[in-house]
């Protein structure tokens, strides 16, 4: 890990509940918004399509709110993985800009088997962690392994629930830590 000191904070959740958590992350988000800080990031909004065994994925970029879907057409019926790396790769280079911009804390709605293999918002989260921002992340215990080998030791375990997540966040050490306003 590339920063001096780390705050990440990891709500790991179990298989099968993600929208559980996704509904968490935007509770938090949009309370932390109202509370002044500077997000990065990104939250997950799922509509369901009658077409599909599963619903359609849009994530939301937190600085800008912009929506991009992040779900492929298969076709009807299909069960596969439906999502689009492109466009996945595609907001992950907006949170990196918000980073630029300068944030107080990242949100990462999922990591998952693209971040597992180095790929979707892992860039996102390496250039937080360089900057020294605040990390938020959701790891479904279906990828926890892959993320305990990533982060090693250095998160703080959050309970799924959207009040203790913004008691972390809410932390001066947190706040100290991230850059100035200019």
């Not at 709110?65 to 299909?78: A, K, M, N, T």
């Not at 790396?85 to 949100?107: K, M, Q, T, Y």
């Not at 293999?117 to 926890?144: D, K, M, T, Y």
């Not at 966040?169 to 200019?182: T, W």
Request: one cysteine or more; a negative charge; charged letters at 25%.
């Amino acid at each position: 890990m590339p920063a001096d000191h780390v705050n990440i904070g990891a709500v790991v959740y179990p298989e099968g509940t993600g929208e559980g958590a996704d509904d968490i992350l935007r509770l938090v988000a949009e309370r932390l918004n109202q509370e002044g800080l500077r997000l990065a990031g990104a939250i997950q909004r799922n509509t369901e399509n009658p077409q599909y065994c599963r619903c359609d994925m849009t994530l939301e970029d937190l600085a800008s709110g912009r929506l991009v879907g992040i779900s492929e057409d298969l076709g009807p019926g299909s069960t596969g993985c439906r999502l689009d790396a492109r466009a996945l790769e595609e907001i992950v280079g907006l949170v990196c800009s918000s980073l630029d911009a300068g944030a107080d804390l990242l949100i990462v709605n999922k990591f998952g088997k693209r971040e597992a293999q180095g790929a979707g918002f892992r860039a996102a989260i390496e250039a937080a962690l360089s900057r020294n921002v605040a990390i938020l992340v959701a790891v479904n215990s279906g990828n926890l392994q892959s993320w305990n080998e990533f982060a090693g030791e250095l998160d703080a375990r959050l309970p799924l629930d959207a009040e203790a997540i913004v008691r972390w966040a809410r932390q001066p050490a947190l706040q100290d830590e991230a850059p100035a306003s200019h």
